[in-house]
């Protein structure tokens, strides 16, 4: 008994959309079991000093493979 495919991640390109991922899964026969986001800073020199502002999040999708 082979066990198959394992869990995938999928992450949200910049200029797709939510929907565009999941259809992307669906199409590789996957489905989504858990949504991450992780913030985006980027460095901004202030005063001499550095500063650290929010420019964006990344969105991952953990998905697993769908059961035909």
Do not use: H, T
């Amino acid at each position: 008994m082979s066990k198959g495919k394992k869990k995938q991640m999928y992450e949200v390109g910049e200029n797709e959309s939510i929907d565009d991922c999941l259809n992307r899964m669906k199409k590789d026969g996957y489905a989504p079991v858990r949504r991450m986001e992780k913030p985006i800073f980027k460095e901004v020199q202030e005063n001499g000093g550095v500063e650290y502002e929010p420019a964006g999040r990344q969105i991952i999708f953990e998905a697993k493979p769908l059961e035909a």
